[in-house]
């Protein structure tokens, strides 16, 4: 159970921060729950590799944490960010960004998250609230 709470517990927070925008909790829990969302799908999600072999056709299916992260070869570590940087073609960031829909739906989490933060920071601003 602990093993399940510790690899999967942005899932709880996904669901806390709906719970807070709907209850319109305060801005700083909601602004922490989006952080926290974000940065769980980013960098510890649990996930494929995805990193380009050297092959330079296929790609990697090692575990991994994050959907920006690579698996344990030094080489992948880094190398889908950079491919998000650097890229060469659209597609092939797409393929190794995200090879199945669990890292779409990741994806999905993080932006989700990040756009979370933001409208809890703007929102008042502009209403005055």
């Not at 700083?28 to 989006?34: E, G, Q, R």
């Not at 050297?54 to 575990?63: E, I, K, L, Q, V």
């Not at 570590?77 to 998000?84: A, G, N, S, V």
Request: aromatic letters at 10%.
């Amino acid at each position: 159970m602990g093993k399940a709470v510790r690899l999967y517990w942005g899932y709880i927070a996904v669901a806390a921060l709906i719970v807070a925008w709907s209850q319109r909790w305060s801005l700083p829990i909601i602004v922490a729950l989006s952080v926290a969302v974000s940065a769980y799908a980013s960098f510890q999600v649990p996930v494929w590799c995805g990193a380009v072999n050297r092959d330079g056709r296929t790609y990697c299916r090692n575990n991994a944490y994050g959907i920006l992260m690579g698996c344990r070869n030094r080489q992948h570590r880094w190398q889908k960010l950079k491919m998000i940087v650097l890229r060469s073609k659209v597609g092939d960031v797409g393929r190794a960004v995200f090879p199945t829909p669990k890292e779409k739906f990741n994806a999905l989490l993080a932006v989700g998250g990040l756009l979370s933060a933001i409208a809890a920071v703007i929102v008042p601003a502009v209403t005055g609230g």
